[in-house]
Each structure stands twice: as C-alpha cells, then as structure tokens.
C-alpha cells in the first residue's frame, strides 16, 4: 500500500510538471501580476456594470437611430448595425466606443476600441484615430486587451470597415508606422479622409507605438 502511494504522490508530480511544460505557451500569462485583479475585477464588478452600460448605449443608439431616420437623405444607404470596427483579415469585430474627453479613454478601451476625443469622425476629411490595446500572445481574451495585438499583419491594400452613425466606411491601408512614445503621427492632407488606428508595441508592451495608415475609399 505504502508503495503505491509513493508511486500515486511522484505520478501527479511528473504529471504535472508535463502539464506545465507542454502548455505553457498557453498559461504563462497567469504570472502577469496584474492579470488576478483584472479577472477578479471583472467578473464580480465589472461585467454586472458593462451590461447595464451596453443597455444605456443601445437606449441611446436607438434614439439616434430614430431621429437619423427623421433626416436621412432617401438615397443614402442605412446599416442596422451598432458603431464598430471589422478588420476581415485579422479576424476583428470590436464596438467603437465614443468618448467626450481623453480622462474617459482608459476605461473605455475595457469595453472595444475608441475614438480620440478632438479627431475627426469616421467619413469625415481629416485624421480619424482610433485607438485599441495589444497584448502578448495567447493573452486571454478577458475584456477587449487583444483587440489590436495583430495591427502588424496588414499591409497596403487590406480592408478596414467601420460603421458608425449607422453608415459604413471602407478604408484601404496605406502605411505602418512604428512611432516613439510621445512622437506625432505623420501628417496627411486635410481634405482626404484618413483613418489611423493606434496601439502599443510590441503587443502588450509600453514602449512603442504602431500605427497603420489607411484611405477612406
């Protein structure tokens, strides 16, 4: 009896060190010392608040929707579909969020990307900038941290949709960019209509920043 206990208690050993290291790629994130308190947060405070939040925003949606119908042009094509970004090629569809100063953004990009407070509106001639967070590989897809981490796949041509205001917009990428912390994005000519979407790099590291570049069609 005694050597099978032996044989039990150093089988669990070597099973679990094989679990360990066969997966690791897997769950090494749990060593991040802030991922607990993110989790923790988000399941027993959090995720309660950002349904009552998406129930308020959808209350507000459809009112915008109703009085956009009231003054929509009868030609214009009209999409049911809440403001957002779909990426095709790196498998994105994430809720834009709209925020009315830069102190709302942190806490906004919890809940999808976000549009810089002051840039222009999607569709718009200008720079619209969004916004969204990167993370390391294999990151747990807790919250929207994953959102961007694959921003450095694209490349000229690739699509970018984003609906907003219930009209859709189709940028095609132009340019990446890998920026210092701080450094202002490249300049673009005014009465074009360009979108920049904005994360830290490496993914989930903040150190540097990318950008990629693309046209409204």
Same mark, same amino acid.
């Given at each position: 009896?005694?050597?099978?206990?032996?044989?039990?208690?150093?089988?669990?050993?070597?099973?679990?060190?094989?679990?360990?290291?066969?997966?690791?790629?897997?769950?090494?994130?749990?060593?991040?010392?802030?991922?607990?308190?993110?989790?923790?947060?988000?399941?027993?405070?959090?995720?309660?608040?950002?349904?009552?939040?998406?129930?308020?925003?959808?209350?507000?949606?459809?009112?915008?929707?109703?009085?956009?119908?009231?003054?929509?042009?009868?030609?214009?094509?009209?999409?049911?579909?809440?403001?957002?970004?779909?990426?095709?090629?790196?498998?994105?569809?994430?809720? #834009?969020?709209?925020? !009315?100063? /830069?102190?709302? &953004?942190?806490?906004?990009?919890?809940?999808? @990307?976000?549009?810089?407070? *002051?840039?222009?509106?999607?569709?718009?001639?200008?720079?619209?900038?969004?916004?969204?967070?990167?993370?390391?590989?294999?990151?747990?897809?807790?919250?929207?941290?994953?959102?961007?981490?694959?921003?450095? #796949?694209?490349?000229? !041509?690739? /699509?970018?949709? &984003?609906?907003?205001?219930?009209?859709?917009? @189709?940028?095609?990428?132009? *340019?990446?960019?890998?920026?210092?912390?701080?450094?202002?994005?490249?300049?673009?000519?005014?009465?074009?209509?360009?979108?920049?979407?904005?994360?830290?790099?490496?993914?989930?590291?903040?150190?540097?920043?990318?950008?990629?570049?693309?046209?409204?069609?």
């Amino acid at each position: 009896m005694a050597s099978k206990k032996v044989f039990l208690k150093y089988f669990l050993i070597f099973f679990c060190f094989s679990f360990l290291i066969f997966n690791w790629a897997k769950i090494y994130w749990v060593l991040y010392p802030d991922y607990l308190k993110r989790v923790i947060s988000f399941y027993l405070f959090e995720k309660k608040e950002n349904k009552r939040e998406e129930i308020e925003i959808k209350t507000e949606k459809i009112e915008e929707k109703k009085e956009s119908e009231k003054n929509q042009k009868p030609k214009e094509e009209i999409y049911d579909k809440e403001d957002s970004i779909e990426i095709q090629k790196i498998g994105i569809v994430a809720p #834009l969020i709209v925020v !009315g100063n /830069e102190s709302e &953004v942190k806490k906004a990009l919890d809940r999808g @990307v976000v549009l810089w407070p *002051n840039s222009a509106f999607p569709g718009e001639n200008g720079q619209t900038i969004i916004l969204g967070h990167s993370a390391p590989p294999n990151w747990p897809k807790i919250k929207y941290d994953w959102v961007f981490s694959n921003l450095n #796949l694209l490349e000229k !041509g690739d /699509e970018i949709v &984003v609906y907003f205001k219930n009209r859709k917009y @189709v940028y095609s990428v132009e *340019n990446k960019y890998f920026l210092d912390k701080g450094q202002q994005l490249p300049e673009t000519d005014p009465q074009k209509s360009t979108l920049f979407l904005i994360s830290c790099w490496p993914p989930g590291k903040n150190i540097r920043r990318i950008a990629v570049e693309a046209l409204r069609k």
